[in-house]
């Protein structure tokens, strides 16, 4: 019988040089070659740089992460920091006393930092010493050693919790095995951290010692080897020593400070190399010291080189690893996308279809960032705005308003729907602002023409850069997210009696009954019933009066249902006793209603035509005169907004209701009053009257 070995598969050089591990130790190689090998100043320079950017980046990871276990190497990786730092110092030693030069970074730490006063500068260099022993160090590894000791002591509960779960079937072995094994990996962390500390602690007192000896030193070569005199050569060799210990030990206290923020597991089942690069991958982290890094290249007497090498190389890691998280994240959303999109097939799964969304806001995927929850004014906020705007208006409860993206639309399009019906349109750039030209306005402002979107009025879209000139050459300038919130408020507006459901009456009434059971009982549904409610303030809503005042409007219905149920009668009733709600929405400042009438003549006409049928109460006339008293209302409306008035016709009560449906298809916007609707104490001034041509 003959066995064969298994066939073991060669590992390729590209391969091995795509390793992380073999990086981690050609890494680790390089650091104790400082030790050995001489490195010219240069060099010196960019590895300090480095070991800043790197303690930078470890303390802003430490407060970036979610929970401590998410940087589980950190007592590895303090041990290959401190590392690091030790052959810097060496390194430093060793051009401190052979050239009496450590670089430029060096001499300005000692120079800039301490004032070019050596004993300033050992005096600081003592304290920092002070500060690493007895609080960093001590600090953290207290708390370390206190919270192996409850981790300890609450293993025996841990351990019978996960056998309680086992035995009740709630998770498998593997599970099991998988809680046990993070339990101990909690356990053992603290005391590695605890040993991991005790690096520091002795890097800093080897920093001390090899502080003292490179004076010592250095002052023995100087004035032997250098002829210098005994003042020169104490200034010289202290001030690069100073110099080079602050530089190497700022970092160290930035990791020691790091070592007391976090709490992490002391292994891991993942190789270092794979555990340490990819908990290291934060872009926020990343980005933060980039930053850092770069505005500390512009500080006077610094190299700009070192900085600004080092801070790109942690710009493009933050670069890389944001583009490589969106492109997993797009690959999730794809792979999700088969599952999140099942189509109905039973009469049980259509059934939730026909439910429509009584008010819709589609838009495009450009405009998905208007939705920013972390944004400080988002969408969101606006549409809670409008809603309590509305409510404080007219009395109107905004339904919920469903805002969907729409791949179909153009990227920084939307459109508003009503109960899965598109009742407008418009686009808007959230990278411009839109300014709206005045009555006096330039006309040579650069930027795209467009039109806006809620009341029709010519305008730009110009850069964020131009709109402080647009604003002194007189235009008004408006922020995208504003266009969008003030176009869907002035359709919720025009839309208000269709969004007034009867479950809306419903609820309304309910919260009355509430806190005004009088106003409800005995008139709905013994009197009026709900679907009535519901018509006469459908009515009010589309001539824009408020219907705030509930309790007063069932009053006046209470009164006025035992002689009609017609709801256009009911509603003409209600609007005299709103009088003074609708006169104070349309005066102005000084207690004026700016109006225009109709002349003696068509009153009289008018009143002859009335008639009542099955449609209600309208005009008997002909289509000729139909057309002209449009063409005379639209002309008088006219004269009125150039004045800068809102339009009104003013009229005898019994032909409002009568003209208001004459004219609600081609003049939306004019506001019909009765006499009897204007309150007392409101002045009347009349700037026109609708009158036949001459002839006619």
């Given at each position: 019988?003959?066995?064969?070995?298994?066939?073991?598969?060669?590992?390729?050089?590209?391969?091995?040089?795509?390793?992380?591990?073999?990086?981690?130790?050609?890494?680790?190689?390089?650091?104790?070659?400082?030790?050995?090998?001489?490195?010219?100043?240069?060099?010196?320079d960019?590895?300090?740089?480095?070991?800043?950017?790197?303690?930078?980046?470890?303390?802003?990871?430490?407060?970036?992460?979610?929970?401590?276990?998410?940087?589980?190497?950190?007592?590895?990786?303090?041990?290959?920091?401190?590392?690091?730092?030790l052959?810097?110092?060496?390194?430093?030693?060793?051009?401190?006393?052979?050239?009496?030069?450590?670089?430029?970074?060096?001499?300005?730490?000692?120079?800039?930092?301490?004032?070019?006063?050596?004993?300033?500068?050992?005096?600081?260099?003592?304290?920092?010493?002070?500060?690493?022993?007895?609080v960093?160090?001590?600090?953290?590894?207290?708390?370390?050693?206190?919270?192996?000791?409850?981790?300890?002591?609450?293993?025996?509960?841990?351990?019978?919790?996960?056998?309680?779960?086992?035995?009740?079937?709630?998770?498998?072995?593997?599970?099991a095995?998988?809680?046990?094994?993070?339990?101990?990996?909690?356990?053992?962390?603290?005391?590695?951290?605890?040993?991991?500390?005790?690096?520091?602690?002795?890097?800093?007192?080897?920093?001390?010692?090899?502080?003292?000896?490179?004076?010592?030193?250095?002052?023995?070569?100087?004035?032997?080897?250098?002829?210098?005199?005994?003042?020169?050569?104490?200034?010289r060799?202290?001030?690069?020593?100073?110099g080079?210990?602050?530089?190497?030990?700022?970092?160290?206290?930035?990791?020691?400070?790091?070592?007391?923020?976090?709490?992490?597991?002391?292994?891991?089942?993942?190789?270092?190399?794979?555990?340490?690069?990819?908990?290291?991958?934060?872009?926020n982290?990343?980005?933060?010291?980039?930053?850092?890094?770069?505005?500390?290249?512009?500080?006077?007497?610094?190299?700009?080189?070192?900085?600004?090498?080092?801070?790109?190389?942690?710009?493009?890691?933050?670069?890389?690893?944001?583009?490589?998280?969106?492109?997993?994240?797009?690959?999730?959303?794809?792979?999700?996308?088969?599952?999140?999109?099942?189509?109905?097939?039973?009469?049980?799964?259509?059934?939730?279809?026909?439910?429509?969304?009584?008010?819709?806001?589609?838009?495009?995927?450009?405009?998905i960032?208007?939705?920013?929850?972390?944004?400080q004014?988002?969408?969101?906020?606006?549409?809670?705005?409008?809603?309590?705007?509305?409510?404080?208006?007219?009395?109107?409860?905004?339904?919920i308003?469903?805002?969907?993206?729409?791949?179909?639309?153009?990227?920084?399009?939307?459109?508003?729907?009503i109960?899965?019906?598109?009742?407008?349109?418009?686009?808007?750039?959230?990278?411009?602002?839109?300014?709206?030209?005045?009555?006096?306005?330039?006309?040579?402002?650069?930027?795209?023409?467009?039109?806006?979107?809620?009341?029709?009025?010519?305008?730009?879209?110009?850069?964020?850069?131009?709109?402080?000139?647009?604003?002194?050459?007189?235009?008004?300038?408006?922020?995208?997210?504003?266009?969008?919130?003030?176009?869907?408020?002035?359709?919720?507006?025009?839309?208000?009696?269709?969004?007034?459901s009867?479950?809306?009456?419903?609820?309304?009434?309910?919260?009355?009954?509430?806190?005004?059971?009088?106003?409800?009982?005995?008139?709905?549904?013994?009197?009026?019933?709900?679907?009535?409610?519901?018509?006469?303030?459908?009515?009010?809503?589309?001539?824009?009066?408020?219907?705030?005042?509930?309790?007063?409007?069932?009053?006046?219905?209470?009164?006025?249902?035992?002689?009609?149920?017609?709801?256009?009668?009911l509603?003409?009733?209600?609007?005299?006793?709103?009088?003074?709600?609708?006169?104070?929405?349309?005066?102005?400042?000084?207690?004026?209603?700016?109006?225009f009438?109709?002349?003696?003549?068509?009153?009289?006409?008018?009143?002859?035509?009335?008639?009542?049928?099955?449609?209600?109460?309208?005009?008997?006339?002909?289509?000729?005169?139909?057309?002209?008293?449009?063409?005379?209302?639209?002309?008088?409306?006219?004269?009125?907004?150039?004045?800068?008035?809102?339009?009104?016709?003013?009229?005898?009560?019994?032909?409002?209701?009568?003209?208001?449906?004459?004219?609600?298809?081609?003049?939306?916007?004019?506001?019909?009053?009765?006499?009897?609707?204007?309150?007392?104490?409101?002045?009347?001034?009349?700037?026109?009257?609708?009158?036949?041509?001459?002839?006619?």
């Amino acid at each position: 019988m003959s066995t064969t070995s298994p066939q073991v598969k060669p590992i390729g050089l590209q391969s091995l040089m795509k390793s992380k591990d073999l990086l981690m130790a050609v890494v680790v190689v390089l650091f104790v070659a400082l030790m050995l090998l001489p490195i010219p100043t240069g060099m010196l320079d960019i590895l300090i740089v480095a070991n800043l950017a790197l303690s930078i980046g470890i303390l802003l990871l430490t407060m970036y992460i979610n929970k401590p276990m998410d940087f589980s190497v950190f007592p590895t990786f303090l041990l290959l920091v401190t590392l690091l730092r030790l052959g810097i110092n060496i390194s430093a030693s060793r051009l401190i006393l052979l050239e009496a030069d450590a670089g430029q970074v060096v001499e300005t730490f000692g120079n800039i930092l301490v004032g070019g006063n050596y004993v300033v500068g050992v005096v600081i260099f003592i304290i920092l010493m002070i500060i690493q022993f007895t609080v960093i160090n001590n600090g953290a590894g207290r708390v370390a050693e206190v919270s192996a000791r409850f981790t300890l002591d609450a293993m025996p509960g841990k351990q019978m919790s996960i056998d309680a779960d086992l035995n009740a079937g709630l998770i498998d072995e593997a599970g099991a095995q998988k809680r046990r094994r993070q339990i101990e990996q909690e356990a053992d962390f603290y005391g590695s951290l605890d040993g991991a500390i005790k690096f520091v602690r002795g890097d800093s007192t080897a920093a001390l010692i090899i502080m003292v000896v490179n004076i010592i030193g250095g002052f023995v070569i100087g004035m032997l080897q250098h002829n210098m005199d005994f003042s020169t050569a104490l200034q010289r060799y202290t001030l690069m020593t100073v110099g080079s210990g602050l530089a190497i030990q700022i970092p160290a206290i930035l990791v020691s400070s790091a070592a007391g923020l976090i709490v992490t597991r002391s292994r891991n089942e993942a190789s270092l190399g794979n555990e340490l690069f990819g908990q290291l991958s934060n872009f926020n982290a990343l980005a933060a010291a980039a930053i850092i890094i770069g505005l500390l290249a512009f500080v006077p007497g610094l190299p700009m080189l070192p900085f600004l090498m080092i801070a790109g190389g942690l710009g493009a890691a933050a670069f890389y690893v944001n583009k490589l998280k969106k492109t997993e994240s797009a690959m999730e959303v794809i792979e999700q996308a088969p599952a999140t999109a099942v189509e109905p097939e039973s009469p049980a799964d259509m059934l939730p279809m026909v439910v429509v969304d009584p008010l819709e806001l589609e838009i495009g995927y450009g405009l998905i960032q208007l939705i920013d929850e972390s944004a400080q004014d988002n969408l969101l906020h606006r549409v809670t705005a409008i809603r309590r705007q509305l409510m404080a208006e007219m009395g109107l409860i905004l339904p919920i308003v469903r805002i969907r993206d729409n791949l179909r639309l153009q990227p920084n399009s939307y459109r508003i729907k009503i109960r899965g019906q598109e009742v407008a349109q418009g686009e808007i750039f959230p990278d411009r602002q839109m300014a709206i030209p005045g009555s006096d306005s330039e006309d040579n402002l650069p930027g795209l023409k467009t039109t806006e979107p809620a009341f029709g009025l010519p305008a730009l879209w110009i850069t964020d850069a131009e709109s402080g000139r647009a604003e002194l050459m007189g235009y008004t300038v408006v922020a995208p997210l504003s266009v969008l919130s003030t176009h869907l408020t002035e359709v919720v507006r025009g839309h208000a009696p269709e969004l007034l459901s009867r479950q809306m009456v419903r609820e309304m009434l309910d919260q009355l009954k509430v806190k005004s059971p009088a106003s409800i009982e005995g008139v709905v549904p013994e009197l009026i019933g709900l679907g009535d409610v519901q018509a006469v303030l459908r009515n009010l809503l589309r001539e824009r009066v408020p219907i705030r005042d509930l309790s007063g409007i069932l009053e006046v219905l209470a009164n006025n249902a035992a002689y009609t149920r017609d709801a256009n009668i009911l509603s003409e009733a209600v609007r005299q006793t709103l009088a003074n709600t609708i006169s104070g929405t349309y005066r102005d400042d000084n207690n004026t209603l700016h109006v225009f009438t109709l002349s003696p003549q068509i009153e009289s006409s008018l009143k002859a035509a009335l008639s009542n049928s099955e449609n209600g109460i309208g005009f008997n006339i002909d289509a000729t005169l139909a057309q002209t008293l449009l063409t005379q209302t639209g002309a008088q409306m006219e004269k009125l907004a150039q004045l800068g008035f809102y339009p009104i016709l003013l009229c005898p009560r019994e032909l409002r209701l009568a003209f208001r449906r004459l004219v609600e298809q081609s003049l939306p916007n004019l506001v019909v009053l009765a006499y009897s609707e204007v309150s007392a104490g409101t002045r009347v001034r009349a700037h026109g009257m609708v009158d036949l041509p001459i002839g006619e």
